[in-house]
C-alpha cells in the first residue's frame, strides 16, 4: 500500500506513521471477546506509565470519543454534592470547561485571567482560602489555542494545600512534554489518542487516582453515558468498555504505544524541541511575530499574527500548501487575526524547512511583501 504521505501542523489529528494506520486493519472481531480485553488492560497500565503513575496509585480509563469527552467526564463526575468547582480560564480550552460546568448547572468558581500570561497565584490562592468548598481545580496544562504553558505544579501545590485536588486537561501535551504526576501534583489528567501518542481519533482517557476515582461512587451522577466511575467500575469488573469501543482506533492506539516506548519520552521531547526550533527560525527569518512571548510558551505551538499586507489572506496560503501536503491552522484568539503552526506528530526538522519554502513561495504567489510587515 502507498499513502500519501502529509504534514500536518494543525494541533491534531496529527502526522502518523503508516504501521499505525495499517494496525488498524485487522480480522472482524467482536470487542466482548477475551482477546480484545488482553489489549486494552496493558493499554491501561501504558497510558498510566507515560505520566509516571504508580499503578497502585493511579488508573487510566478509556473513552470512546474525542478529547473534549474527558474533559466533560473529569468536571461533571469528580464533583461531591455541596463542592464547588474552581477552573482557571485562560484560553479556548479553558473555556471549554467552563461551559461544560454550565451545561451542567455545578457550582463554580469561574477564574479569568490574561490569555497571554500565566495566571496570577496570590489569586487563586485567595480564592481556595476565601472558599473551602472547593472540590476540584481545574486548569489546562497546556493551552493549545495561544500555545501558553500554566504553572501546574504550582496550582496544584495550592489545590492541595486547601484540601481540593487538581484536574490538569493534558491533551495537548500528554505524551509530548515529560510529565510526572507526583512532580507535578496532578491528580487528574486526560488526552486523546490522535495526539501525543500519534494514534488515530476516537479514543480519549483519563488517568487518575484511584481512591478519588472509588471514592467519587457515592458522588452524584450527572451523566448516564459521561460517567467516570460507572466507565471504571465497569473495566474493573470485567475487563471492558460500558459501551462498544472504537475497535480499530484500539488496534491503532496499541502499536502507536508501541511506537511511543520504542523512541523515547526524552528523545520524542527532543524531537518535538527540533520541529518548534525549526518552526521558529522560519517565523522570524520571514519577520513573522507570535502572539505569545516565548519564555511562556509550550514549545508545542504556535501562534502567529496575520501580517498588515493588502494580499495576505490565509485562506488562499493555507490552500497552497494544502495542496502540496502541508495542513497549516487557523487561530483561536477572537482579539486578533492568527494562525498556528504545531510541533505534534510524525514529523521532524526536514519537513519544517520543506514547509517554510512551500510557505514562502506562497508569500510570492500571493504578492505578500518578505519579510512581512506589521503596522
Ligand atoms: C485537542 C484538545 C482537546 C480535545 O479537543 P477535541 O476537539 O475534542 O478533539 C482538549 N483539550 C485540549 C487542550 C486540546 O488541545
Known amino acids: 500500500m502507498n499513502l500519501k504521505r502529509n504534514v500536518l501542523l494543525n494541533p491534531g489529528p496529527s502526522t502518523t506513521t503508516d504501521t499505525v494506520k495499517l494496525a488498524q486493519i485487522v480480522p472482524d472481531i467482536c470487542p466482548r471477546e477475551k482477546e480484545f480485553q488482553d489489549i486494552m488492560a496493558p493499554m491501561r497500565e501504558d497510558l498510566v506509565k507515560i505520566v509516571h503513575g504508580k499503578l497502585e496509585d493511579y488508573t487510566a480509563v478509556l473513552f470512546c470519543g474525542s478529547g473534549t469527552i474527558c474533559i466533560d467526564i473529569a ?33 463554580l468558581i469561574e477564574l479569568k485571567q490574561p490569555l497571554d500570561t500565566t495566571p496570577d497565584l496570590t489569586l487563586i490562592e485567595e480564592t481556595l482560602k476565601n472558599n473551602s468548598d472547593i472540590g476540584y481545580v481545574y486548569v489546562t496544562y497546556h493551552e493549545t489555542g495561544s500555545g501558553l504553558l500554566n504553572p501546574v505544579k ?42 501525543g501518542i500519534q494514534g488515530m481519533t476516537g479514543l480519549s482517557y483519563i488517568v487518575g487516582r484511584k481512591d478519588i476515582i472509588e471514592a467519587s461512587r457515592n458522588f452524584p451522577v450527572r451523566s448516564y453515558y459521561c460517567n467516570l466511575y460507572m466507565q471504571y ?5 470485567t475487563g471492558e468498555m460500558h459501551f462498544t469501543p472504537p475497535v480499530q482506533t484500539v488496534y491503532a492506539a496499541r502499536q502507536a504505544l508501541i511506537e511511543y516506548f520504542e523512541e523515547g519520552e526524552e528523545r520524542k521531547w527532543e524531537r518535538h524541541q527540533r520541529i518548534m526550533a525549526a518552526i521558529r527560525a522560519g517565523v522570524d527569518r520571514l519577520g513573522f511575530k507570535e502572539v505569545l512571548s516565548r519564555d511562556v510558551q509550550s514549545g508545542l505551538v504556535s501562534a502567529i499574527i496575520y501580517p498588515d499586507d493588502p494580499n495576505w489572506n490565509f485562506d488562499k496560503i493555507h490552500d497552497y500548501c494544502y495542496e502540496r501536503g502541508f495542513t497549516i491552522y487557523p487561530g483561536k484568539l477572537a482579539s486578533k487575526g492568527t494562525f498556528r503552526l504545531c510541533a505534534l506528530g510524525v514529523i521532524d526538522e526536514p519537513d519544517i524547512v520543506d514547509f517554510w519554502k512551500v510557505f514562502e513561495a506562497g508569500l510570492k504567489e500571493l504578492g505578500v511583501k518578505v519579510p512581512v510587515n506589521y503596522d
Request: hydrophobic share 40%.
Open 154 to 195: 504550582d496550582i496544584g501545590a495550592l489545590a492541595h494545600k486547601y484540601g481540593a485536588f487538581l484536574i490538569s486537561d493534558t491533551t495537548s501535551a500528554y505524551a509530548m512534554i515529560p510529565i510526572d504526576v507526583y512532580e507535578q501534583n496532578i491528580d487528574f489528567c486526560m488526552a486523546s489518542a490522535q495526539k
Open 233 to 237: 467500575d465497569f473495566f474493573e469488573r
Open 75 to 107: 468536571l461533571n463526575s469528580l464533583l461531591d454534592k455541596d463542592k464547588k468547582a474552581l477552573v482557571i480560564n485562560n484560553g479556548s480550552y479553558s473555556a471549554r470547561a467552563v461551559e461544560v460546568c454550565h451545561a451542567y448547572g455545578l457550582p
